[in-house]
């Protein structure tokens, strides 16, 4: 990515041609990692299918949380300001401009732990709740998903401030800031600052399918009942819906809901076909003035 991405992130403000699809970006940057590696080892360079398959759901996801990244950027910038500057992203409906409502779209990297970004408070919460199940040999841990969507603390604790600018590249540089910017936030969040949690797929093999629903449904439990915050609201964003009933999986209830009583409502509550970044992100933009708080 380093190569095909130097200059610009994909489906935002710095892209030539932002409406670009997800898998049109994925191979060219293979065609430029093919042809790099002809040049520095003719005749002994191979790049196979199979090599490409292990890392292809990693570009994929990191090409999504870059263009989230951008958005919200500019989303910020529009709640301190109230101009909207980009030229790819369109303001979204109802966006009030709000000093109090920025956000941060955070990439969760592998071993990333969705309780240290908890304030000591609740993480002793959360730790009290874990200890009282596993003195019955019993366990319900906050589960990871891919990317997470924050209302940023006001007054906004010092980690977030990498948030209010976007990412200029999807360079080593920007995918390291990508994958370590959740470190920084640690110890900050109440559960009302959770609003969104998105599972990124580019399978669609079972149990794949089923990890999405149980993280949809632990997050609900604990951010809701256990964290006492708002009902955090969960994507499931699919590259394809093909060799699977995902549609008819994904229309799973909400246990959460279902032991509320009233309206039972779903544990992924939107399914997406995430086909470019630039509407990947949009989706997301016209979403944030729904949140009442």
């Known amino acids: 990515m380093d190569c095909a991405f130097g200059s610009f992130v994909p489906g935002s403000d710095s892209d030539p041609d932002p409406g670009r699809a997800f898998k049109d ?10 042809e790099a590696g002809a040049l520095l080892w003719p005749g002994a360079f191979r790049l196979s ?5 292990k890392v292809d759901g990693d570009v994929y996801e990191m ?5 989230l990244w951008n958005a919200a950027a500019t989303w910020n ?13 369109r303001k979204p409906d109802g966006a009030v401009p709000t000093p109090t409502r920025k956000v941060a779209i955070v990439k969760m990297a592998r071993g990333a732990d969705t309780t240290k970004l908890l304030s000591p408070a609740a993480r002793a919460e959360y730790f009290a709740f874990e200890t009282a ?12 998903p891919d990317i997470l969507g924050l209302r940023i603390p006001d007054p906004m604790p010092a980690g977030f401030e990498i948030f209010m ?8 540089a920007s995918q390291e800031q990508l994958e370590t910017a959740w470190r920084g936030i640690q110890g900050s969040l109440e559960g009302r600052h959770f609003l969104f949690a998105i599972a990124v797929k580019t399978s669609t093999r079972s149990d ?3 990890q999405a629903l149980f993280e949809a449904n632990v997050l609900k439990y604990i951010l809701g009942y256990v964290l006492r915050g708002p009902a955090i609201r969960f994507h499931a964003h699919l590259e394809t819906f093909a060799n699977a009933d995902v549609v008819g999986r994904y229309k799973a209830a909400s246990m959460t809901s279902l032991l509320a009583g009233g ?10 076909l995430a086909l470019n970044p630039r509407d990947t992100a949009q989706m997301i933009l016209d979403e944030l003035p729904t949140y009442p708080l």
């Open 263 to 272: 309206v039972p409502s779903k544990a992924v509550d939107q399914l997406y």
């Open 49 to 53: 299918e199979q090599q490409l398959a």
């Open 133 to 144: 199940l596993q003195k019955r040999g019993l366990e319900l841990k906050l589960s990871t």
């Open 77 to 89: 910038k529009f709640m301190d300001t109230g101009l909207w500057d980009s030229s790819v992203f």
């Open 165 to 172: 600018s976007p990412l200029p590249d999807l360079t080593l």
């Open 208 to 210: 794949r399918l089923y």
């Open 25 to 34: 970006y994925r191979q060219q940057a293979y065609r430029n990692t093919r």
């Open 63 to 67: 090409m999504e949380a870059a263009a």
